[in-house]
């Protein structure tokens, strides 16, 4: 018993190493995104569209190393409902973020988008009767409590057109985690995705007004997104969301905007209060509580 015990605590705490790794992968884009759009490196539909790209030939080269040539192709022609739903997701999230970080801070984006991806989830999680232990709710709840930190009055919280981008943004993300949790083969599962929503979103970089300015600086944070934070970071999720379930993969994402206010603030001099530090300990503090698995008699 005591042997399971261990078994079972070295067992969270790899999933909390991994979540965490997750989260850094998924604030490392706001970053990035913030860069080349807002820093009028590239323009945001360009920067969506070469994110893609490159998130979907990562994957594709992945798979290949993998050496399961018909993983991919399988999944696209077997689950055509559950593709088409993934990649449409992934559409909506990627140009709607891209389109907000033309105004919004790191930090400020990613609240405004994983507040959005948490009521999705959390929805999800009610829709499809998935319990909930009351630990969680307590992690929840201490989540929000650092959220209502950051966006309480006089915390410059950014309203417009931008914020409601970012919004739709946490809806499509949200959808798409929800979507992913029912993947056997998490890898196969995440290429299909990019490359089935690849051609679209060339097709809409085509009639969208504005995917005209590039630059070999905005390319390259593009390709840093979609390689790396998107395509490695989209395949670890998909892989942790049967372990995590709804409620608690929601509570988790709680901590990007944290993460992405402190990258934001380290790479491009965005302000960082007291709200900043005061928010960090109440939401990693929930996001603890509701990953870390609870005692067993």
């Known amino acids: ?64 190393m993998r050496s399961r040539r018909h993983a991919v192709s399988g999944t696209i022609l077997l689950q055509p409902a559950r593709r088409a739903l993934g990649a449409a997701s992934l559409l909506v999230y ?32 009610v829709l499809a009767r998935e319990r909930v232990p009351a630990r969680r709710w307590a992690g929840a709840a201490l989540a929000f409590a650092g959220l209502l930190v950051l966006l309480a009055p006089g915390g410059g919280t950014p309203l417009g057109w931008h914020a409601a981008a970012m919004a739709l943004a946490g809806i499509g993300w949200g959808v798409y985690s929800l979507a992913g949790r029912g993947e056997r083969d998490a890898l196969a599962a995440t290429a299909a995705n990019f490359m089935v ?25 593009a390709i840093a997104s979609g390689a790396l934070a998107s395509g490695l970071g989209y395949a670890l999720w998909y892989s942790l969301l049967p372990q995590l379930g709804a409620a608690r993969a929601a509570v988790a994402q709680l901590s990007v905007p944290l993460i992405a206010a402190a990258g934001g603030a ?3 001099g965005e302000a960082v209060s007291w709200r900043f530090g005061a928010a960090a300990a109440l939401v990693l503090g929930g996001v603890a509580l509701a990953v870390m698995p609870g005692s067993r008699r």
Do not use: K
Request: hydrophobic share 65%; aromatic share 8%.
């Open 1 to 64: 018993m005591q042997h399971g015990t261990v078994a079972g605590l070295a067992g969270g705490m790899r999933l909390l190493a991994l979540t965490t790794l997750t989260m850094i992968a998924f604030a490392a884009n706001s970053v990035l995104n913030r860069l080349g759009v807002g820093g009028g490196l590239i323009d945001p539909i360009g920067f969506a569209l070469v994110r893609l790209l490159a998130g979907a030939a990562t994957l594709a080269a992945l798979w290949a």
């Open 94 to 125: 990627l140009f709607g973020f891209s389109l907000a970080y033309g105004v919004l801070d790191a930090g400020a984006g990613a609240l405004i988008l994983f507040g959005w991806v948490q009521i999705t989830m959390f929805a999800g999680a």
């Open 197 to 221: 929503a690849a051609p679209f979103g060339l097709a809409l970089a085509l009639v969208l007004p504005g995917a005209v300015g590039l630059s070999l600086s905005g390319v390259a944070l």
């Open 266 to 268: 380290a790479l491009i």
